[in-house]
């Protein structure tokens, strides 16, 4: 029998069901289940790379995941060794992006003088209304 190789993108909403401090242990526990039964295999047989184990405990134990992109590999003796594709990782170590500077908002004027200067154009208008009616 040959060694099989899988890739599959596994669901954990199904931790989400469950209280907070269960979520990662929960999430572990269904991507086992998942894996066993698309495999074929026993749980008991299913082992996780550490670098999944990372992954899936990144957030803390409240936060896992929704899902994860999982490479499989059966060998012949029935174990099933499950490793974090390598998409998955750099997508995880990719630095967000440098935020743009904000641009600075020009100074509004206070009301004051914001008044003073309403004040100085009203005063020109009415003189050129003058000016136009006397003419």
């Known amino acids: 029998m040959a ?19 269960n979520r990662a242990v929960r999430s572990m526990a269904l991507l ?14 299913v082992r996780l ?9 990144s957030h803390g134990m409240t936060k896992p995941p929704r899902r994860v992109k999982v490479k499989v590999k059966k060998g012949d003796d029935g174990t099933v060794d499950v490793y ?5 990782k750099e997508a995880k170590e990719a630095k967000p992006k440098a935020k743009a500077p904000k641009k600075k ?4 004027p206070s009301t ?13 208008v009415n003189a050129e209304k003058k000016e136009k009616g006397e003419e």
């Open 84 to 88: 974090l594709l390598e998409d998955a």
């Open 49 to 57: 790379d550490a670098g999944l184990n990372d992954y899936l405990w």
């Open 105 to 108: 908002a020009e100074k509004k």
């Open 32 to 45: 086992k289940e998942f894996l066993a039964r698309h495999m074929k295999s026993n749980v008991e047989n």
């Open 3 to 21: 060694v099989i190789e899988r890739i599959y993108t596994v669901p954990l909403t199904g931790a989400y069901r469950y209280r907070r401090r």
């Open 112 to 124: 004051k003088e914001a008044s003073s200067a309403k004040q100085k154009e009203v005063k020109e």
